[in-house]
């Protein structure tokens, strides 16, 4: 049943980091009217359903929305993050969206409609029920609407395992892990089923407090290479080993023989990191590590590569290439589900199409800085074609191959962005951004700074012409 209609400047569907930084330069840019939609009960998306434990894996200093400072811009004193930016929790950002959504909606510009869902079709009949009490409310949108939902961001708590169990087999989501304690019989050991960042936050929960290795079992049905954290900090004490890094990266793309060699030297060169030398990892979601996560990583020695799990049973693990024996005492860690959905450079979605926009990621795995910059072009620029020439979309990757796509993609889009004036200033004062004002910030007689400036922006244009040929 139709309760009312709704008018409005921008219908955005999804209050997750995505929507949030979108809204929040709409707001602060425009004196444009929104009405945000979501399913969950607060603002803050996938932080809601997300595992106690879990903090941000890069820095809070470029996580959230361009207005709103994250966290004190400190760094940790103690921990596996030693000496790096602090990284938020999950509850340090679920009350960050809370107060931001409190002051959009105290503007009177704001209305939010949480536990609700969209049921429009996405072109002229915008709709959304609420999950409480069934109702429907219509939404008139005189400009845009907003999906945010595009990269499915799931966590193992909203999505059950896909493989087969026994009956008594005892398996959890992550999320439940701070809750054996209420278990009657203590496990005998402990089956972590997943190798990207959730399979790692599990295994480092467990080692951290106080699980023996030996008593980890690690499925892991693909090896992944991660990004070394030390390498992308913010601040201008570590301008040397960030700029460093992407200058370095640079000549590595523009000398490159082949994709292997890409990768060879981006591991001797300490920006990439694998948990096995011996192994030849053939996935990458762009999740970041310290060398200090690594070498605690590395104490697990039981880690099984048979692909990925069939059935388990109660004596046995039925793997794609394998079996492997177990007891009935195991407690079954769920890390199987992707964190976001993964296209891999075969979706053609625009951002810009008619009266939709889609964000998506325009920048290397910056999602919020991303959205904000959407919603900058979008506020800002006239034109459809302009506004996708702007923000091209990165295909997201899934196996190393993708990380070459990726950055082809990333640098078409930063020349477009040089070259205007307008966009140039905009990030350079963007809280999102945490490099391009540290760049603009180098004083001429500040040598040893300035030729890293130099290096990256003198191999840019052959790495550009050389990733032609290593993706041909």
Partial sequence: MTKSTLTTDYL????GAVGMAFADVIFHETTARMVIVDRHHGPGGHWNDAYPFVRLHQ??????????????????????????????????????YEQLMQQFVASGRV???????YVGDWNTDHRFRSLM??????????????????????????????YAMAEGVRCVPLNDLPRIRYMKTSPSG?????????????????????????????????????????????????????YGSFAEQMEIIAGAASQGDVYAKLEAGGHWLRLDKTVQPSMYHG???????LALLST???????????????????????????????????????????????????????????????????????????????SNFEGEEQKNTLCGPLPMPDKPMDWLRMHAANLRNQYRWSKNKTLRAWIAKSRLDGFTA??????????????????????????????KKLLA
């Fill in 133 to 162: 009490s069934g109702e429907e409310q219509v939404v008139t949108v005189a400009k845009k609407i907003v999906d945010t939902t595009h990269l499915n961001t799931s966590v193992p708590s909203t999505h059950p395992p896909k």
């Fill in 190 to 242: 402990y089956v972590v089923v997943g190798a990207g960042k959730t399979g790692v936050d599990a295994c480092l929960w467990l080692l951290e407090n106080g699980t023996p290795p030996d008593a980890i079992t690690w499925i892991m049905p693909r090896d992944s290479w991660f990004q070394n954290r030390a390498k992308v900090q913010p601040g201008k004490e570590f301008f040397e080993a960030s």
């Fill in 287 to 293: 999740a970041l590590m310290s060398q200090s996560e």
């Fill in 438 to 467: 540290l760049a603009m910030s180098v004083k001429p007689w500040d040598f040893k700074r300035i030729n890293l400036l130099r290096r990256y922006g003198m191999n840019a244009g052959p790495a550009a012409v050389n990733l």
């Fill in 59 to 96: 820095p809070s200093a470029y996580y959230g929305v361009n207005s709103k400072p994250l966290g004190s811009n400190s760094k940790d004193q103690m921990g596996l993050n030693v000496g790096m930016y602090e990284r938020a929790t999950s509850s340090e950002l679920v009350s960050y």
């Fill in 300 to 378: 697990i020695k039981n880690v099984v590569r048979m692909g990925r799990i069939q059935r388990i049973e109660l004596d046995q693990i039925i793997l794609a290439n394998g079996v492997v024996p177990t007891d009935a005492n195991r407690l079954y860690v769920d890390c199987s589900a992707s964190a976001v959905q993964f296209h891999a450079g075969t979706d053609s979605t625009p951002v810009f199409a008619g009266n939709k926009i889609t964000p998506q990621f325009v920048r290397t795995f910056q999602p919020t800085f991303s959205a904000a910059f959407i919603a900058y072009v979008e």
């Fill in 12 to 15: 955005i569907v999804g209050s």
């Fill in 111 to 117: 209305q939010y409609f949480p536990m609700s869902d």
